[in-house]
């Protein structure tokens, strides 16, 4: 008797604390700035005045570098594009696609970005790539769309 309550207490606790620990979606804004691995992608968006725009309707997918990949972008280029508020704004919006993209939809090939330049996409089985980064965490839904990581900070194509 004693083995079937604890058994029936336990089993209440723990669908109890599975239900607390689900996340509750927010915006594509607020899913940067909760995640500590997007802190500076977060920050480069306020700087931008991009974080209004994805507190907004959407639908979004973006490609969000995390802290280590903005690590790798040469102390120089992350300088310019901090005097460059144009420039930033177009690097940050190289990296979304304004629609909600879920990792098991990517189709291989072109898509328009928000910045006005495609980007490709390429699935194979789980793996998903986007220009040459690869999504380390796929799927962070959002009210508003959807955030996928990446590893690397994607560069829009020289204007000619």
């Known amino acids: 008797m004693i083995n079937r309550r604890f058994l029936c207490l336990a089993a ?53 570098p995390n802290n280590d990949a903005f690590k790798a972008v040469s102390a120089r280029t992350m300088d310019e594009l901090a005097k460059d508020p144009a420039r930033l704004k177009a690097v940050l919006t190289y990296h979304v696609v304004p629609a909600q993209v879920m990792a098991a939809e990517v189709k291989n090939g072109p898509v328009m970005s928000v910045q006005g330049t495609n980007l490709t996409l390429s699935r194979t089985g789980a793996y998903v790539t986007v220009e040459e980064a690869m999504v380390v965490t796929a799927d962070i839904k959002a009210t508003n769309g959807v ?14």
């Open 12 to 64: 209440a606790l723990a669908l109890v604390a599975g239900c607390a620990t689900q996340p509750v979606p927010v915006s594509v804004a607020d899913t940067l700035a909760q995640t500590p691995s997007l802190s500076t992608l977060h920050g480069l968006v306020v700087k931008a005045g991009l974080n209004d725009t994805f507190k907004g309707p959407g639908p979004f997918t973006v490609f969000a």
């Open 147 to 160: 955030v996928h990581v990446v590893d690397r900070v994607l560069l829009p194509p020289a204007q000619k």
